[in-house]
């Protein structure tokens, strides 16, 4: 074990379980409503915001499920993990057309019925975390059906899914777009694990086929983004890359390495990790920066902190796994970069840095505890091995 490891592991202990968790939980929480505060300003207030998304909620009841099941012994976590719950079924599901509503008001009430395939994902990963957790099969039997929906009435004849329809599943745009589906297999990878159901390691296998047919640019060793309805790069955006992503990718991949069958899905994954960090990390001032082009060329040099938490994510696996060797002396300073330029001493954190890395944005997006959360999980994980 790397010498550092151990006070590093304890600072990542404190940061989480008595910073980042009681911030959501005592103002992130709308205490007199119910559901998750979108934004937080940098006194922690709640932005000004008037309404809330599928996708907070989702990754929120990721996060306090999670923390429940493996974290210190804390009431409080498990409690608002039942909360989020049901808040998400009870002002979420569209009981006329099934899924999920998008948007609702403050007061709970729909405000924006699309079907969304990302807030889609998001509600099935939170769901197959709060069965983990609690051994709810209501929440299992939701997730079923959530993805039954999906594959009925989203799923493609060009083998994708489509990225939005109307309330009643309407698809008016049938383009391919690359998140969602990250999202969707990493749904399915964590359904898997806590059911060990097979439709699950069958839906994930359908995924990583769209993923080499597709995503994957075997020539460069990396990943697009933007594909028109053909499966083509779009000829605007089809050249953004977004290393981040390929990290993502990578850890989600390696989390789902028991139910690949074919030899080529890992050999593609260690080529986007190795694409990702030749090309994706600044040398000279550290960080991964937003996005690129599929040449390697810098168009965003900004650094949000969610790539920094994804990089953590892919280092982490490859320490646990024992991939290479001295990963986890390698683990060590990307976690205190991340302590030391974005990570506040009350459980907030800076939103994004420039590429000198001065802070660039102070609210607290309510989808980023997902990110840090996990992140600093795996690290405290693989650094403890």
């Known amino acids: 074990m790397d010498s550092a490891a151990p006070a590093l592991c304890q600072r990542i202990e404190d940061y989480l379980f008595r910073?980042?968790?009681?911030?959501?939980?005592?103002?992130?929480?709308?205490?007199?409503?119910?559901?998750?505060?979108?934004?937080?300003?940098?006194?922690?207030s709640p932005s000004p915001l008037d309404y809330r998304r599928l996708t907070v909620l989702?990754?929120?009841?990721?996060?306090?499920?999670?923390?429940?099941?493996?974290?210190?012994?804390?009431?409080?976590?498990?409690?608002?993990?039942?909360?989020?719950?049901?808040?998400?079924v009870q002002h979420f599901w569209d009981e006329r057309f099934g899924?999920?509503?998008?948007?609702?008001?403050?007061?709970?009430?729909?405000?924006?019925?699309?079907?969304?395939?990302?807030?889609?994902?998001?509600?099935?990963?939170?769901?197959?975390?709060?069965?983990?957790?609690?051994?709810?099969?209501?929440?299992?039997?939701?997730?079923?059906?959530t993805s039954l929906l999906l594959k009925r009435h989203l799923g493609l004849p060009s083998g994708w899914f489509a990225s939005a329809a109307d309330q009643d599943w309407s698809i008016?745009?049938?383009?391919?777009?690359?998140?969602?589906?990250?999202?969707?297999?990493?749904?399915?990878?964590?359904?898997?694990a806590a059911s060990e159901e097979p439709v699950f390691k069958e839906d994930a296998n359908a995924i990583v086929d769209l993923f080499h047919r597709h995503l994957f640019d075997a020539e460069r060793g990396t990943l697009g983004e933007f594909f028109d309805e053909r499966g083509?790069?779009?000829?605007?955006?089809?050249?953004?890359?977004?290393?981040?992503?390929?990290?993502?990718?990578f850890w989600i991949l390696r989390e789902g390495s028991n139910l690949w069958s074919d030899a080529r899905t890992l050999p593609a994954a260690g080529r986007l990790f190795e694409w990702a960090e030749r090309h994706g990390v600044d040398a000279e001032a550290g960080g991964v920066f937003d996005v690129l082009d599929r040449d390697g060329l810098v168009i965003k040099d900004s650094k949000r902190i969610w790539p920094q938490a994804e990089r953590i994510k892919a280092h982490a696996s490859r320490a646990r796994s024992g991939a290479a060797?001295?990963?986890?002396?390698?683990?060590?300073?990307?976690?205190?970069?991340?302590?030391?330029?974005?990570?506040?001493?009350?459980?907030?954190?800076?939103?994004?840095?420039?590429?000198?890395?001065?802070?660039?944005?102070?609210?607290?997006?309510?989808?980023?505890?997902?990110?840090?959360?996990?992140?600093?999980?795996?690290?405290?994980?693989?650094?403890?091995?």
């Not at 779009?234 to 890359?241: F, I, L, P, Y």
């Open 19 to 44: 910073g980042l968790l009681p911030l959501w939980a005592e103002h992130g929480w709308d205490h007199a409503r119910g559901g998750f505060h979108e934004r937080l300003e940098a006194d922690h």
């Open 58 to 88: 989702g990754r929120q009841l990721y996060v306090f499920s999670e923390a429940a099941r493996s974290g210190p012994p804390e009431p409080a976590f498990a409690k608002l993990a039942h909360s989020a719950y049901d808040y998400l």
């Open 99 to 145: 899924g999920w509503v998008f948007k609702v008001d403050l007061a709970g009430m729909p405000r924006d019925t699309t079907k969304d395939l990302y807030g889609h994902a998001f509600a099935m990963f939170g769901l197959a975390h709060y069965y983990r957790a609690f051994r709810a099969r209501e929440a299992l039997a939701i997730a079923h059906e």
């Open 172 to 192: 008016g745009d049938r383009k391919l777009n690359q998140n969602p589906h990250m999202h969707l297999l990493e749904a399915y990878v964590a359904l898997f």
């Open 232 to 249: 083509l790069p779009q000829r605007e955006t089809g050249r953004r890359v977004e290393p981040g992503h390929l990290f993502e990718w």
């Open 325 to 385: 060797k001295g990963e986890q002396t390698g683990l060590v300073p990307l976690v205190q970069f991340l302590f030391d330029k974005y990570l506040l001493a009350d459980g907030g954190w800076r939103e994004s840095l420039g590429r000198r890395l001065e802070p660039a944005a102070t609210a607290l997006p309510g989808t980023t505890p997902y990110h840090i959360f996990l992140a600093l999980n795996e690290a405290r994980a693989a650094l403890s091995a």
